[in-house]
């Protein structure tokens, strides 16, 4: 018997981390065992050894990265590769803009209703948002944290929506067989 294929998911933090834990993970086929690696807060070269040791086992991974203030995607990708020249273009995931907008792109407006954040600003899709952007989205009865506030978007979240409404999210899926 075949043992189980790993997935390694290097994410920058715990609220990537608790996106696709909840969203994506459950939806894998072909990959069993997932095992994630925040690599924010690590030094360089820890990251180098993780990802030269995913390499030498043969399992796949799947590198995030938030777009944050880049231009576009090449910038990051081109900016990660010159820190770790071990990373594989076509596996590293850029985040537009930043794992805010993957959170609020399955909230519909209901749900954005519910949870006291302007949908005018969400209705086009959540390409363009941004860290920055939970606090224009606030209406004034919204009283939840930011962790609260992402934590409660997940409870409702479609994730058919969020593909449509975001491009990166839709890009990850696709690339990771998640329907």
């Not at 894998?28 to 095992?35: A, D």
């Not at 990660?80 to 594989?88: G, N, Q």
Request: charged content about 25%.
């Amino acid at each position: 018997m075949t043992p189980p294929a790993t997935l390694y998911l290097f994410v920058e933090g715990r609220d990537d981390e608790r996106f696709l834990e909840q969203q994506i993970v459950p939806r894998l086929s072909g990959h069993p065992l997932v095992r994630f690696v925040r690599y924010q807060n690590l030094p360089r070269n820890e990251i180098r050894k993780y990802l030269r040791a995913v390499s030498a086992q043969g399992a796949s991974y799947a590198f995030l990265r938030d777009q944050d203030d880049f231009a576009c995607h090449p910038s990051v990708i081109a900016r990660l590769r010159s820190r770790f020249r071990e990373l594989v273009p076509g596996k590293v995931h850029v985040v537009v803009r930043s794992i805010e907008a993957w959170y609020l792109s399955g909230v519909d407006e209901a749900g954005c209703r519910q949870l006291g954040l302007s949908w005018r600003g969400l209705r086009s899709g959540t390409n363009q948002v941004h860290k920055r952007s939970l606090a224009t989205l606030r209406e004034a009865s919204c009283s939840l944290t930011n962790i609260e506030l992402l934590s409660a978007c997940l409870e409702g979240f479609d994730l058919r929506r969020a593909k449509r409404q975001n491009e990166s999210l839709r890009r990850l899926c696709g690339q990771l067989g998640v329907v």
